[in-house]
């Protein structure tokens, strides 16, 4: 069973960086598309950014677009990253690492099938 694991987050305040990780455990994810999606107390899990199997396609949320960039490394084990600058505090919620089920990019929760624990990004005011 793959398995993805994911961190790098933390506290920030208004205006700060942080750069999000995940490690997936099998190289045949290299084939599939990855994304992360985020969810805030309350609130349902939504897409935040996503990459095609080769890194050649990217989509992001209008929310982060231009704020985050989401990046992968296929060589050894596929890795995914999430870089987020310029960060707010309505980007406060969990980050979730995701694998699509096929090699295209898509921004439905219901196409992804494996996801990590999740890492805590906490932005204050």
């Known amino acids: 069973q793959v398995q993805l694991v994911e961190s790098g987050g933390g506290l920030v305040q208004a205006g700060g960086s942080l750069r999000l990780s995940c490690v997936v455990s099998?190289?045949?994810?290299?084939?599939?598309?990855m994304a992360w999606f985020r969810q805030a107390p309350g609130k349902e899990r939504e897409f935040a950014a996503g990459i095609n199997w080769n890194g050649a396609v990217t989509y992001y949320a209008d929310s982060v677009k231009g704020r985050f960039t989401i990046s992968r490394d296929n060589a050894k084990n596929t890795a995914v990253y999430l870089q987020m600058n310029s960060l707010k505090p309505e980007d406060t919620a969990i980050y979730y690492c995701?694998?699509?089920?096929?090699?295209?990019?898509?921004?439905?929760?219901?196409?992804?099938?494996?996801w990590g624990q999740g890492t805590q990004v906490t932005v204050s005011s």
């Open positions: 995701a694998r699509g089920r096929r090699s295209g990019l898509t921004i439905t929760l219901n196409d992804y099938d494996s």
């Open positions: 099998e190289r045949t994810v290299s084939n599939s598309a």
